[in-house]
């Protein structure tokens, strides 16, 4: 099996990302570690629309129910980041990571009380592989306006 390696053209884009990260962000409004994306939820995936209905709500659940919602919340404009940590060392394409984590996302928003059309810029990183602790980690940011 094949260790999933960085290059670096890409570290370099992410350290520059995180660079301009950096200088925009407000306070961490929400960090969520939810499991990894359910086969049912990629966009690719090839099921009868009521399972895919149900797997879609079992998702939307699980995030809302692990946001710890305290205070108020800004108005936004917000900053997404995910990181996603892949099960196994199969190639996975970062977009569909980002659809297969939107039910995840629309119940992070709902929790939250804000309206997910506030959000200005989404960071996906894709990490090593880890068969133990694989998931994605969600963190919503206010950044400034």
Not at 33 to 54: E, T, Y
Not at 69 to 82: K, N
Not at 112 to 123: A, F, I, P, Q, T
Not at 129 to 138: A, E, L, M, Q
Request: glycine residues 6%; aromatic residues 4%.
């Amino acid at each position: 099996m094949r260790a999933a390696k960085v290059d670096a053209n890409q570290t370099a884009i992410v350290d520059a990302l995180r660079g301009k990260a950096a200088s925009t962000m407000g306070h961490v409004i929400a960090d969520v570690s939810l499991p990894w994306p359910g086969r049912d939820l990629s966009p690719n995936s090839r099921v009868h629309w009521r399972r895919k209905s149900a797997s879609v709500r079992a998702a939307r659940e699980l995030a809302w129910a692990l946001v710890n919602r305290t205070g108020d919340i800004p108005p936004g404009p917000y900053r997404v980041e995910i990181d996603a940590i892949p099960p196994d060392a199969r190639r996975r394409d970062v977009d569909n990571v980002l659809a297969s984590c939107k039910a995840y996302l629309d119940g992070i928003f709902q929790r939250l009380g804000v309206d997910d059309g506030r959000v200005r810029e989404v960071l996906v990183r894709r990490c090593d592989p880890d068969p133990v602790g694989s998931g994605v980690v969600i963190r919503v940011l206010e950044v400034d306006a």
